[in-house]
């Protein structure tokens, strides 16, 4: 099974719009992180958010939120006030295991944002 | 340094040629991670250096691959007879802890196999 799904390969936002990207993930590990990427089409891969499995509130940071649903194994991103920059591939990614072991993130497929002017 | 570094940036090497890449993590990075990104997909993971604990290659796809770190900082990896279908785009990642901001990827080095 997979580890983490993300559903949408490509999504439309209008400029200011929210939009919400989403990812489910699979686990039998009680403790783990879940992270969200950006990547423009440089290449780069640049950090957004994080999510600790034992974290009571939601993560947020600036523009992103993350709709952590731990019973539905659901974290999905959520982007307020879309911008142009903001047209990219979003990557989902689960680490299994706590913080401090430093274990390797999996990844999902990905969504594919466009923003509309 | 500031980030972590991979070399060279683009690779374009002949089918059945052995390369090498190279990362060099962030320095005190005790965890060193190598990924695989083919066009318009995920990231596949390769292989995981922790400490000075064994390696993690469970994600290596074949034994034409292989990777090393030595000193506990800059890390190698091989690939060996090179395929078609190796022509990917290699990423490299390090942390000290996988915490919320504890992973770094390096700007990775696209390799194209003709």
Known sequence: AQKITQTQPGMFVQEKEAVTLDCTYDTSDPSYGLFWYKQPSSGEMIFLIY????????????????????????????????????SAMYFCAMREG???AGNMLTFGGGTRLMVKP | G?????????????????????????SGHTALYWYRQSLGQGLEFLIYFQGNSAP????????????????????????????????????????????????????GTRLTVV
């Open chain 1, 51 to 86: 999510q600790g499995s034992y974290d009571q509130q939601n993560a947020t940071e600036g523009r992103y939120s993350l709709n952590f649903q731990k019973a539905r194994k659901s974290a999905n991103l959520v982007i307020s006030a879309s911008q142009l920059g903001d």
């Open chain 1, 98 to 100: 706590p913080g401090n």
């Open chain 2, 2 to 26: 500031a980030g972590v570094s991979q070399s060279p940036s683009n690779k374009v090497t002949e089918k059945g040629k052995d390369v090498e890449l190279r990362c060099d993590p962030i």
């Open chain 2, 56 to 107: 993690d290659k469970s994600g290596l796809p074949s034994d034409r691959f292989s990777a090393e770190r030595t000193g506990g900082s800059v890390s190698t990896l091989t690939i060996q007879r090179t395929q078609q279908e190796d022509s990917a785009v290699y990423l490299c990642a390090s942390s000290l802890f996988g915490g919320f901001d504890g992973y770094t990827f390096g700007s």
